[in-house]
């Protein structure tokens, strides 16, 4: 296996799947925006505290958290969970295009330093990601650590390759 060529394809990947995370990141901030924003329009809550599908809706997640919000508290709860997993999904789409960036320059051969310790990175990533899934989602979360490990291996494989070729 040729480490150059593969991170050259991993690092691609992580491009793609990074600037799709952005893309995606940036919409869920608009509509975690807009939820909170409909949070506090009276008119829209106030229908909505009349919808009995609602009320029900809402009590059963009262019951089921043991708190007593109101539709207009939950709504505005609800924005703001998603604003701040948007924020966290756009740190980890960005963390994923400089990964890329980084996988590139180190197949080219302009410094392999960087895309290891952004491997390095990725792979705590993936594992905090395995861990706030509660295991739900094992196979990705998987195979997220197994890319990540993957691209690290293959980091460190040319940045040896530099440090041998510095030594002599």
Do not use: H, W
């Not at 539709?71 to 740190?91: C, D, E, F, R």
């Not at 861990?131 to 979360?141: D, K, P, R, W």
């Amino acid at each position: 296996m040729d480490p150059r060529k593969t991170i050259k394809v991993l690092a691609i990947l992580a491009l793609v799947f990074g600037i799709i995370g952005v893309i995606g990141s940036l919409l869920m901030l608009v509509g975690g925006g807009a939820i909170t924003a409909v949070s506090q329009n009276e008119q829209i809550m106030s229908e909505v505290a009349n919808d009995q599908e609602v009320a029900n809706a809402v009590n059963d997640a009262n019951n089921a958290l043991g708190t007593d919000m109101d539709a207009a508290t939950a709504t505005a709860s609800t924005g703001v969970m998603v604003i701040i997993v948007a924020l966290i999904s756009l740190i980890s789409a960005i963390t994923g295009i400089l990964e890329g960036v980084f996988g590139l320059k180190a197949a080219n051969g302009k410094g392999a330093k960087p895309a290891f310790i952004f491997g390095i990175v990725e792979i705590v990533l993936a594992a905090i990601g395995l861990i706030a899934s509660g295991f739900s989602s094992l196979f990705g979360s998987v195979i997220s650590i197994v890319i990540a490990a993957l691209y690290t291996y293959c980091a460190k494989q040319i940045l040896d390759e530099e440090n041998g070729a510095q030594a002599e």
